[in-house]
């Protein structure tokens, strides 16, 4: 069955970096287009970055310039760097396989002094 896994979430102050990661398992990764999205309190879940299987990268508005989506297809993993973090990016952080509707469990990132 399809497994998604994130990592790296946690607490970092305004202006930090941080990589979340993607585990990815039970499909033939580097066939689907991937992303990230992310949930605050009290909001929708939004659309972060994707990654299409040939590599093309999309951001939402708010994160370019400061995030990065890449994807390893030999180690079935997505990441998302994100730079110059700000509180506003404050959320949980979930991988998802676009096609399908897969998500995993969700990473909290908490941005704070």
């Known amino acids: 069955q399809v497994q998604l896994v994130e990592a790296g979430g946690g607490l970092v102050q305004p202006g930090g970096p941080l990589r979340l990661s993607c585990v990815a398992s039970g499909f033939i990764f580097s066939r689907y287009n991937m992303g990230w999205s992310r949930q605050a309190p009290g909001k929708q879940r939004e659309m972060v970055a994707d990654?299409?299987?040939?590599?093309?990268?999309t951001y939402a508005d708010s994160v370019k310039g400061r995030f990065t989506v890449y994807r390893d297809n030999f180690k079935n993993t997505l990441y998302l760097q994100m730079n110059d973090l700000k509180p506003e990016d404050t959320a949980v952080y979930y991988c998802?396989?676009?096609?399908?509707?897969?998500w995993g469990q969700g990473t909290q990132v908490t941005v704070s002094s």
């Open positions: 998802a396989r676009r096609t399908g509707g897969y």
């Open positions: 990654i299409t299987n040939g590599g093309t990268t």
